[in-house]
């Protein structure tokens, strides 16, 4: 019998190990590479906020939504007692 076997399988595997050679031999090839060096910290321009003026600014925001939540407390209240008072006079 002449069993026929396909030749691309041998070519495609022998081409898989030549690329998978290829990369190992390229990763453990070490050129002279150049250490990687931390360089300065870029300075801060000049018209940063200082750590002062950011908590000084935060404090503000804060004191601002304070007052904005003590004003919506107030409005609830007011609505909801004149819901009371209009269910009281619906029900008389």
Do not use: F
């Not at 030549?18 to 000049?46: F, G, N, Q, R, Y």
């Amino acid at each position: 019998m002449d069993i026929s076997s396909n030749k691309l399988l041998p070519v495609l595997g022998t081409v898989v190990v030549l690329i998978i050679l290829a990369v190992a031999v390229k990763s453990c090839h070490k050129a002279d590479e150049k250490p990687v060096v931390a360089t300065a910290k870029p300075a801060a321009p000049a018209d940063a906020d200082t750590p002062a003026d950011t908590m000084n600014a935060l404090r503000a925001e804060v004191a601002t939504m304070r007052l904005e939540e003590e004003r919506l407390r107030k409005n609830i209240a007011a609505e909801n007692q004149r819901k009371n008072q209009l269910s009281n006079e619906i029900t008389n």
